[in-house]
């Protein structure tokens, strides 16, 4: 087949308009269907965002209110207060701290008020004495020793043992308490005197304690010593 040469400019140009429009989006409008779309620059220039998903950060969240409501010993929540420990029953062989005070004494001029004054003056000078098992003095004592020395040393005639010492002399209410009476506390279930002291006055007295406690001043007005006391007597009379 033979072309006119009149035709050959035509069939350029109707080719070229084809490719044209093939270029721009075909003929239709329609988009390109081989287009590959990039994902967006984080803007801190770190890349792509990667999203975490949801369950993960639940799960993390529950975790850390689990960690914040248990305590650190029993897992119990911090807002239940735990009990405390309760105080043994048995009572301890002497409370903390005893008040320092000046002892009470007696006054008058005959034998027996200088007795007691005395007695009292002896037990009070002798604050800080060490405790010896089965000792009397001069220097170290037992309980039921110290109180013995101190009276023993004024001429006063009393039994050893802190028990006898109850069963003996004349017996004081707590309520007429002198100074120089023997007050009688008990550490022993049947209640039977096991620690005595010299009444100063004013609710004190003092006594030897034990190897950790020396000689010192005590407040039987204390609930802890109201609660183990047993009784008085009196000696000088």
């Not at 984080?42 to 993960?56: F, K, L, R, Y």
């Not at 043992?161 to 707590?174: D, L």
């Not at 002291?197 to 609710?203: C, R, T």
């Not at 204390?222 to 009379?237: C, E, F, H, M, P």
Request: include cysteine; aromatic fraction near 8%.
């Amino acid at each position: 087949m033979t072309v006119k040469k009149k035709q050959i400019p035509i069939f350029i140009m109707t080719l070229m308009l084809v490719l044209s429009l093939c270029a721009c989006g075909g003929t239709d409008g329609s988009e390109p269907q081989n287009i590959t779309l990039s994902a967006p620059a984080d803007n801190s220039g770190g890349g792509v965002d990667e999203a975490i998903p949801d369950n993960t950060d639940a799960s993390n969240n529950g975790a850390a209110t689990d960690n914040a409501n248990a305590s650190d010993d029993d897992g119990a929540p911090p807002d239940i207060p735990q009990p405390s420990e309760e105080p043994s029953e048995e009572p301890s062989e002497e409370p903390s701290e005893e008040p320092s005070i000046s002892p009470v004494m007696a006054s008058g001029d005959d034998d027996e008020t200088s007795s007691v004054n005395s007695v009292v003056a002896l037990a009070e000078s002798l604050i800080g004495a060490e405790f010896e098992w089965g000792a009397a003095g001069p220097d170290t004592f037992d309980n039921s020793g110290f109180a013995y020395y101190c009276f023993k040393e004024n001429g006063i005639t009393i039994p050893r043992k802190t028990v006898e010492m109850f069963a003996s002399g004349t017996a004081v209410e707590r309520e007429d308490l002198l100074p120089g009476d023997l007050v009688f506390f008990t550490y022993n279930d049947d209640r039977s005197a096991s620690y005595v002291g010299i009444y100063m006055g004013d609710g004190q007295f003092v006594a030897e304690n034990n190897e950790d406690s020396p000689v010192c001043i005590h407040d039987m007005t204390l609930d802890y010593y109201t609660n183990i006391y047993v009784g008085a007597r009196r000696y000088l009379a």
